[in-house]
């Protein structure tokens, strides 16, 4: 994600702080200001500008436009739990993952709640990749209320500036699994690669800056044959989607979710330069209500009962739609799959929302990765955390079955 021109930001940013006064902002917008970043791309930002950014991203609207996501009148409750038992020590792996919030839920009920990097339970962290899997849920609801037909409807019949280009006759289903088989690269060390150019794409006049990129990407592979992941893409999603409901897809999320499964707080969506939600990217929300999406999600995504999606939509989006290369690994509709039946939502610098229906389990994280995507250790520790906490609630399922 790229954010409007930094320079001429960075004398606004001073501007605003003298005008307003520097003690009337608050903590996360200080903290930002104080470390603003030089360079346009958040993906080259230094560690200590990301810690500052990622909790503040929609506190500067010089910066980032956003539209907010409304908040629910009744909040759902989450009623605490007993301290989940673990064999390791929580406060260090919140230090080594850079954690800066960390909800457990099981059963529905609160069983671990930890925050570090000097952000709490009132904060708002983005989300990254983790919105690409409320896009998905957001389609599903679509074609549950009839405003998408199909899906397999070709994309070029929402998004008609794709008419000619190697979307053509590319279906929304291929979108969702990443398989349109049109060539991007998503290399967040290289500059070069397109997920770093294609916000700093001048789109043609009355285009969609999105749209206006996609359209030049010429064909790798037939469609529906090969998985390539691109960001690009799940926002081509997000344009499809706000077409299809004639309206913006914040205030979608808001009718479908937001409101209806109970989050706490309004969450905020960050827009592109020519006013769309990104969303592949950039959802600001607090981990409970990250926490809370999951146990929406898990709950079969049902508001009085009836689900907002298809019968059977939950079920093929949460399992593997296509192999990724890696054993055990799929890819549904925006999430990532495991052949044990658990799935999650990932975003690149480690936030993450892991389900498992099997022991009822969901755990959501915001965090900071040092390595980002690639960083070595944290992807692993994670995994192990997820497996001690699996392990945690089969003990304690074990132990209830005995006589």
């Not at 903290?31 to 080259?44: H, K, S, Y």
């Not at 200590?48 to 950014?53: G, M, T």
């Amino acid at each position: 994600m790229k954010l409007k021109k930094l320079a001429l930001g960075s004398v606004l940013a001073l501007a605003a702080a003298a005008a307003v006064g520097w003690q009337m902002l608050d903590k996360e917008t200080r903290g930002f200001l104080a470390a603003f970043p030089t360079d346009r791309d958040v993906l080259f930002w230094k560690e200590s500008q990301r810690d500052a950014a990622f909790r503040a991203l929609d506190r500067l609207p010089f910066l980032a436009a956003h539209r907010v996501v409304a908040a629910s009148g009744t909040p759902s409750a989450l009623p605490p739990g007993p301290p989940l038992t673990l064999p390791l020590d929580v406060d260090a792996y919140m230090q080594t993952q850079r954690n800066a919030g960390l909800v457990v839920l099981h059963r529905g009920q609160l069983r671990l709640e930890r925050y570090g990097l000097g952000f709490d339970a009132q904060g708002r962290w983005t989300s990254f990749s983790v919105a690409k899997s409320l896009t998905a849920t957001l389609v599903g609801a679509a074609v549950r209320d009839g405003h998408i037909k199909s899906m397999d409807d070709k994309v070029s019949d929402y998004v008609q500036e794709l008419k000619g280009s190697a979307y053509d006759d590319v279906t929304l289903r291929q979108l969702l699994t990443m398989t349109s088989g049109v060539q991007w690269t998503e290399d967040y060390s290289d500059p070069n690669s397109d997920v770093a150019k294609f916000n700093n794409h001048k789109p043609a006049d009355g285009m969609n800056a999105t749209a206006s990129y996609l359209r030049t990407l010429p064909r790798a592979a037939p469609a529906g044959t090969r998985f390539l992941y691109s960001t690009g893409e799940t926002n081509l999603v997000g344009i499809l989607l706000s077409r299809a409901v004639k309206k913006p897809l914040a205030t979608y999320a808001a009718e479908k979710i937001w409101v209806p499964a109970g989050m706490e707080q309004q969450a905020t969506w960050i827009l592109s330069k020519t006013g769309q939600e990104i969303s592949g990217c950039c959802v600001q929300a607090s981990t409970r209500d990250f926490a809370r999406l999951g146990q929406f999600v898990l709950n079969g995504a049902k508001v009085n009962g009836q689900s907002i999606v298809p019968d059977g939509w939950l079920a093929e989006a949460t399992t593997a739609r296509v192999g990724i290369g890696q054993p055990g690994s799929g890819y549904g509709y925006q999430w990532w799959t495991f052949d044990d039946g658990t799935y999650m939502a990932r975003g690149i610098f480690g936030q993450a929302i892991f389900i498992d229906p099997k022991r009822q389990l969901v755990i959501a994280s915001n965090a900071n990765w040092a390595g980002g995507a690639r960083d070595a250790v944290a992807a692993p520790a994670r995994a192990a955390f997820y497996r001690a906490v699996q392990q945690a609630v089969d003990v304690e399922a074990a132990g209830a079955t005995k006589p």
